[in-house]
T-cell receptor, first 111, second 112 residues
Framework: TQLLEQSPQFLSIQEGENLTVYCNSS?????LQWYRQEPGEGPVLLVT?????EVKKLKRLTFQFGDARKDSSLHITAAQPGDTGLYLC???????????FGQGTRLTINP | AAGVIQSPRHLIKEKRETATLKCYPI?????VYWYQQGPGQDPQFLIS???????DKGSIPDRFSAQQFSDYHSELNMSSLELGDSALYFC???????????FGPGTRLTVL
């Protein structure tokens, strides 16, 4: 099973600051997904990156897939309290259907 | 837009009892996945079905079984429940076996 390492696992910053969350692996993934999960709810898909070097933007969120398709990052600009939540990266396990998840980054944005 | 529906949302059972969790995928989605998420942990893949056939299997205990029906809904049957089975159980669906997965709201199972 391929492993995904997310960092940091916890991050608490002030409103208006910028932040980056990393998702790294020694394995190649055909695609990586980023999800956001609220307590007691299901993960909500934010984005899927497929091509090495790909950059996708979703308002203040920028997602990047590494050239070698082994890592990804999520950058949030001018963070807002509404961005608070658990962010999970997930990749297809050796091209199979199942997703393998990173440990998650619990983000807290303080007003 | 219609999302994945799971029922029940909450379930409390005693040890050694059985439980059945249901999942209704997004309309036209033909693939269903089941995941288990323990407290403070990331979701772990259990099993998946594509076009009503089991397509992949993860760390699903032998006490659990699942199937996908002709209308594409799926049920996860759990027997001889143990305290350690207490977790959030998520169903996800996709259109095609290698497509983006969309998750349901989950069923919180508590085994007493």
């Amino acid at each position: 099973t391929q492993l995904l390492e997310q960092s940091p696992q916890f991050l608490s910053i002030q409103e208006g600051e910028n932040l980056t969350v990393y998702c790294n692996s020694s394995s190649v993934f055909s695609s990586l997904q980023w999800y956001r999960q609220e307590p007691g709810e299901g993960p909500v898909l934010l984005v899927t990156v497929v091509t090495g070097g790909e950059v996708k933007k979703l308002k203040r969120l920028t997602f990047q897939f590494g050239d070698a398709r082994k890592d990804s990052s999520l950058h949030i600009t001018a963070a807002q309290p509404g961005d608070t939540g658990l962010y999970l990266c997930a990749g297809d396990d050796q091209g199979a259907q199942k997703l393998v998840f990173g440990q998650g980054t619990r983000l807290t944005i303080n007003p | 837009a219609a999302g994945v529906i799971q029922s029940p949302r909450h379930l409390i059972k005693e040890k050694r009892e059985t439980a059945t969790l249901k999942c209704y995928p997004i309309p036209r989605h033909d693939t269903v996945y089941w995941y288990q998420q323990g407290p403070g942990q990331d979701p772990q893949f259990l099993i998946s079905f594509y076009e009503k056939m089991q397509s992949d299997k993860g760390s699903i205990p032998d006490r659990f079984s699942a199937q996908q029906f002709s209308d594409y809904h799926s049920e996860l049957n759990m027997s001889s429940l143990e305290l350690g089975d207490s977790a959030l159980y998520f169903c996800a669906s996709s259109l095609g076996a290698a497509s983006e997965q969309f998750f349901g709201p989950g069923t919180r199972l508590t085994v007493l």
